[in-house]
């Protein structure tokens, strides 16, 4: 008889859903934990006469998913949510860039990456793809709370709080890159803003490190129709031509947005292999419109699901996102049988992991893959009865109903109490903070 597998952790009488390539629910299931790694999945039963563990969480009744993975984000804005509503994009990150400069200061986007990072943890989100000012201090606040990340050096071609673009950056971005490559919870990438915030130099240097060291490359595109106007004056070209003569289209580039798109643009992100972060709250809210997610879907575009910042959400609630993303397309076209809930729900798992370059990593549950997951109760009125675990997924269930968040198998949350940041002190900083920014910009 062979002896029991020796595991750190043990989740069992839980329904498992796996989201593997035969998208199996295991009813009555248990997951093993050695390290960082999945290291067992089954049933129950066999749990017993199979899998040793060192630590026991009885999970009847409660239903275990993949880590949600935040395809696009701006974590430290939440310093400044709720400030800046009700305007279209350009006037907006006017606004923006004016409050970002005298108040994204290190310890200020600090505390608030740390608020987002509680915020997302809190939703069953256990990685995000971040761009924001401070990227450095963004890394480690994230980090340092046991919250995995996608996130590295940035190029804008404009002036602000740790940002900007100089001469000397690209080594720095190097000596960056070179320390950080094996960092368990940070997928390196390289971010420029945006075409129109992007010069020569700049994509140079972008395309010579996203070559050189086989990092994601993450950029805005088509987010509006004033900026795919001023590009194409600038260029001849929409963004998705310019970024696809510049050469950063492929398997390891991640556009946010792409509202505005053509059928041709769609067909060139599908056979390049792009992927795209859709946002559809932030879209709707600022009025740039909806993206062709089924039509990018139906050529063959790997399609994640982001929240863009909280000043343009106004949260960074993964599941209210994915309930928006099913819902918006079906009435936007007048077809109720687009995006249906299963397929919804891999645009936040495992299109997600895929869009981030961890595929293989990330977004199912699945013996070898990382142990990122959340523990679900679904025992409140809102989710009774429970016909399809998918529905509730995509349609019922609601961040409150998280109860245990594991991340590179350490436990960060257990029955909706934080254990890696103190949630209390975080908001009476931010608090504090944002008293500073309404007496200047209120």
Known sequence: MAMPLETDLL????TLVTMDPGRRVIENGALAV??????WIGSADEARMQVRAARHVDARNRFVIPGMINAHSHLAMTLFRGLVDDMPLEAWLARVWEVETAFATSDNCRVGTQLAVAEMIRGGVTCSADMYWQTMTNIRAATEAGFRLVNGPPMIGVEGPGGGFSPELEGQMRAYIEEHLGDPLLRLAIQVHATYTANDRMIDV?????????VLFMTHASESRAEVEAISARYGKTPIEVLHAWGLLGPNTLLAHCVHLRDDEIAILA???TSVAHCPQSNLKIGNGIARVPAMLKAGVNVALGTDGAATNNDLDMLDELRTAALVHKGANGDP?????EQAFALATTNGAQAVGLGDRLGSLEVGKLADLAILDLEAAHVTPLYSIYSHLCYAVDKHDV???FIHGRQVMADRALLTLD???IKAEVRRIAREVAAVHG
């Open 11 to 14: 989740i069992s009488g839980a």
């Open 34 to 39: 050695t390290g960082p790694n999945i290291a």
């Open 206 to 214: 972008a395309k010579r490190l996203a070559a050189d060291y086989g």
């Open 271 to 273: 056979d390049t292999g």
């Open 337 to 341: 049988t687009l995006l249906p809930a």
């Open 403 to 405: 109860r245990d968040v």
């Open 423 to 425: 949630e209390a002190e």
